[in-house]
Each structure stands twice: as structure tokens, then as C-alpha cells.
């Protein structure tokens, strides 16, 4: 039977920056606070659409794979936040990246999307029903944070990532994999405001949390997956070269560090520079590791992510021989001039008076 392992990799995060003390200077908080209950500095705020970030990722990707968007037979898109409720967002990838060939899919598991994307990509290949897979982590999340929501607005950041997939040769590729969800703690992180409960309901959009359960059940959650991934995969913890855990939390991380007892020197973070970006969070961490050599041929790669619904995953990864692109793509945003906190002031202001047309007619 075919597994996937992972031949392309890209990801694209938009210029505008907004640092803790832009947020400090328009709502309630300050670097000091952020920083010492999250680890984050700074974000990437988004003026284009959900899906043009992805098309710069997968297109980056492709390149790196030295395929065209033709030779790609199942698109898949992991997201909470898409341009549209209906179509899919992967299909407005699809048009946009010119992978007319491809089934287009979208995954919503919250910051664990990109893991149960893995999931689903490895089961087409194995099943033999498609030999290239571009699987994208994406999220303009910034368009779901609310001023008045400190606990949450000063975590989240957009940008996307994403890996092409392919049957394995040899030992390489996806050696195990574990997902898992509960559902009956879907409230403890939610989008107020979207979708079909909220009709004739006059709620604001943004995203509500529970810290105190979402960190306790993350902790768990994440520990018990990623050593079962390891277990499945006939690893010991020993043999993980490199960790790249979802990008939420310095506190998660530093506790999940503790509990599969690694060096710090196996863990790569970067979400002091781009915060949380959800489903998009470990596709642009693995694509910056390996952009910086922190993935050599043979490594065994563990990613394990936790998210909204409640979901978890991990999967086990021995790397192939080559961690250089096979060709670079051209593929970028276009550029802006706004500030991440103009971008995100004028969000809020558009949010405010669509809620506001929303009341006055209901």
C-alpha cells in the first residue's frame, strides 16, 4: 500500500505587521501582558482575500515540488475561514491557481486542519484514487477578531501554507497518524455571528474563547497524540529529530516540551513573529524549518496540533532525501501601503456598521 510523503512545501505571509504595542495603543492591554501569557510580539494582518494567500503558497509549493498546477489530482483547503460559505474555498483556489485537474475540497478543524488534511491526503494516495496532493493551511482570521474580545483579538494572525503530497518511496513519508475531536466542548472556542444559528440572531462576528479549558485540554490532548504517533509509527521520542507543534501558545508548547521530556533544541516555534494563524499555523512553521536547514534528509519530523471543535491530531514524518525546491516560484501578494493596525481598524469599523444594518432591520 502507497503512503504520501511530502515533496513540495511552501507559504506566504502578508507584509502588514501589527506589534503588540499597535494593539496597545486601540484596546485595553499591553506588550508586557501578551507576551508573558502567550509569547507573541508580533502578526501579519491580511489585505487580500483568504484565497489569494493560498494561491501564493501553493503556487511557492508546486515550484518547490518542479510540478505544474496540471499534475495535481486533489486539491484540499484547510480553513475556518474562507472567502465564502458556499463554493468551498478550494475551489476558488482551484480557479485561481489554474489546477483545473484536481478535485477541490475544504476541511474546517479548526488550528488542527492542516493535520486532518494530512490525514485525508494520505488516505487518497494510499487508496490509489490520487498520486499529487496540494494540501494548503490558510486563514484570515483577522477579519473574526473583535476589539471589545482582549482574551482573543491580540492572539491571531493570517497567512497560509502548503506541502504537496505524493506516494512514498522506501521508508520515507507519513509513518503514523491520529486525529481525534470532542464535540461536546464546541463552545469552548467558536465564531459568534457565522453561519445558519446566527440568522435573524443580530450577534456580532468574532471568535470567543475558554483559556482555562482550551489550555488544559490542549496540553492533554496534543501529549497523548503525539506520543501515540510516535508509538504507531515504532519510534521512540528519542528518535524525533525535530517537533513542530500548531503556533498558539508559548505556554502549550513549553508544557507539551515537558511532558514528552525533548530538548528545546527539537522545537521550532515562530509564533512570536505571526501568532496564532490557525489551520495555517504548522504548514508555514515547516516550511520556515526548512527553510532554515532544521529538516536534513532522513529526519524524523513529529507535527501535532490542537483546535476549535475540540479537535487533535500528530503525525509521525520521516523526511526524504531532498529538503532543497526543485524551483522557485514568482508568486507574491500584491503590494500595500496600509499598516497592519489600519488594516485592522478598518475591519473593525466595517464590522461595526454591518452589525449595526443588521440590528436596525431585524
Known sequence: MDRATITGWGHCVPPSVIT????????????????????????????????????????????????????????????????RQIPSTACLVQAKLGTAKAAAVDINAGCTGFVYGLNLANGVIAAGTARRVLLIGVEKISAYLDFDERSTAVLFGDGAGAVVLEPAVGDEGIRSMTVGSDGTLADALT??????????????????????????????????????????????LADVDLLIPHQANIRIIDSIVRRLDLDESKVFTNLHRYGNTSAASIPIALSEALDEGRITPGSVVLLVAFG??????????????RVQPLRESDAALPPTELTGLELLIAEQRKKKAEDRARASVL
Open 308 to 321: 476549535a471543535g475540540l479537535t487533535w491530531g500528530a503525525t509521525a514524518i520521516r523526511w526524504g532525501d
Open 20 to 83: 503588540n504595542d499597535d494593539l496597545a495603543s486601540v484596546m485595553d492591554t499591553s506588550d508586557e501582558w501578551i507576551t508573558s501569557r502567550s509569547g507573541i510580539k508580533e502578526r501579519r494582518i491580511s489585505h487580500v482575500e483568504n484565497s489569494d494567500m493560498a494561491v501564493v503558497a501553493g503556487a511557492r509549493a508546486l515550484a518547490a515540488a518542479g510540478l505544474e498546477p496540471d499534475d495535481i489530482d486533489f486539491l484540499i483547503v484547510a480553513t475556518c475561514t474562507g472567502d
Open 191 to 236: 465564531a459568534t455571528g457565522a453561519g445558519t444559528e446566527y440568522i435573524g440572531r443580530p450577534e456580532p462576528l468574532r471568535i470567543v474563547m475558554d483559556g482555562r479549558e482550551i489550555f488544559r485540554n490542549a496540553v492533554v490532548q496534543m501529549g497523548e497524540a503525539a506520543l501515540r504517533a510516535v508509538k504507531d509509527a515504532d519510534l521512540d
